[in-house]
Structures are given as structure tokens and as C-alpha cells.
């Protein structure tokens, strides 16, 4: 599976922004995919999921209440929906895709394909 991340850009605090993660492929549909973010000088972390059906959506705490995961297996696409943005959500935004439906969720070591990144920037 080969994963392409886009729809990053500039937006200010409070806005939103919709990424895509174009998958190629078959297989996508039997994937759960992840999204994972990297901020400057900081380590890459766990921001939401979707198992492969779809449903059963996971968080981090972080995010819970303001990003929605969601995909279409049908476009071979994965989406986060990001509202209420904060500048603190300023990062390279990463999906990944794995065999992983239950624990090892929010640890990246989990997943074995990845998109390039796509950089949100949101300014106060």
C-alpha cells in the first residue's frame, strides 16, 4: 500500500482543514489506518484512528472532541477533519496504515506503510 498525505496549509487559530491520505491498492480496505503528527523539534505522535470498516474511531486526548477520522474504502481514501484549531496543532501531519485492529494503535512502531506528510500551520 502506498500512501499519499495533502490538504495541509495555513490557517488561523479556530479554523479548519480537511487532510486526505490517497491510498494506492487493493488492499486499503483492509488496513486500519492512522494519523500521526510531528512538531517541530518534537517527537512524531499518535492523533487518531480508524480500524478498517471503519467505525471504532480512536483519539488522543489531545484532539478528542474537535478532529473526526474517517474513510472511504470505496475511493481508497482516509480523511481528518480538523476544527478548532489551535496553534498548538502547528505539525507535519503523517498517515500510516496497519494490520493492527486493537492494541498498538497510538504506537507508530505499529504501522507498516506511510504517507510523505502534509505541514499544518495554524497561527494565533
Known amino acids: 500500500v502506498q500512501l499519499q498525505a495533502s490538504g495541509g496549509g495555513l490557517v488561523q487559530a479556530g479554523g479548519s482543514l480537511r487532510l486526505s491520505c490517497a491510498a494506492s491498492?487493493?488492499?486499503?480496505?483492509?488496513?486500519?489506518l492512522g494519523w500521526f503528527r510531528q512538531a517541530p523539534g518534537k517527537e512524531r505522535v499518535f492523533v487518531a484512528a480508524i480500524r478498517s470498516s471503519g467505525g471504532r474511531e480512536i483519539y488522543a486526548d489531545s484532539v478528542k472532541g474537535r478532529f473526526t477520522v474517517s474513510r472511504d474504502n470505496a475511493k481508497n481514501t482516509g480523511y481528518l477533519q480538523m476544527n478548532s484549531l489551535k496553534p498548538e496543532d502547528t505539525a507535519i501531519y503523517y498517515c500510516?496504515?496497519?494490520?493492527?485492529?486493537?492494541?498498538?494503535?497510538?504506537?507508530?512502531?505499529?504501522?507498516?506503510?506511510w504517507g510523505q506528510g502534509t505541514l499544518v500551520t495554524v497561527s494565533s
Open positions: 491498492g487493493r488492499t486499503f480496505s483492509t488496513y486500519t
Open positions: 500510516g496504515a496497519t494490520k493492527v485492529v486493537l492494541s498498538g494503535l497510538r504506537d507508530q512502531e505499529q504501522y507498516y506503510y
